[in-house]
């Protein structure tokens, strides 16, 4: 399985932006799909953003479309997330995600669809 490594959290004012990177491991990432979950305290993981191993499909939970951008960047072996207009309601940790799909177009969305997990982030955003 591949290894993945987040960074770029932080502490961020309400309306700011973060970018998010998530490195990974090993010469077959472009074979895996990649995601964004985040956790806030005493809640679950929720689902905030996924993309196909070629970069060209998406797909982003409702509570951040028009916000966040998952993007990849196949030849650095990078996925990241680009976050803008923060809100509070969006702190929490930030888990980088990755599912082997081998060409598939299939996006994996829940928490169950992934397999590999980085340690996470913490991304704090102050009223």
């Known amino acids: 399985q591949v290894q993945l490594v987040e960074a770029g959290g932080g502490l961020v004012q309400a309306g700011g932006s973060l970018r998010l990177s998530c490195a990974a491991s090993?010469?077959?990432?472009?074979?895996?799909?990649m995601g964004w979950f985040r956790q806030a305290p005493g809640k679950e993981r929720e689902f905030v953003a996924a993309l196909s191993w070629n970069g060209e499909n998406t797909y982003y939970a409702d509570s951040v479309k028009g916000r966040f951008t998952i993007s990849r960047d196949n030849a650095k072996n990078t996925v990241y997330l680009q976050m803008n207009s923060l809100k509070p309601e969006d702190t929490a940790v930030y888990y980088c995600a990755a599912r082997l799909v081998y060409g598939s177009s299939w996006l994996p969305r829940a928490v169950g669809d992934f397999r590999s997990w980085g340690q996470g982030t913490q991304v704090t955003v102050s009223s």
């Open positions: 090993g010469r077959t990432f472009s074979s895996y799909a």
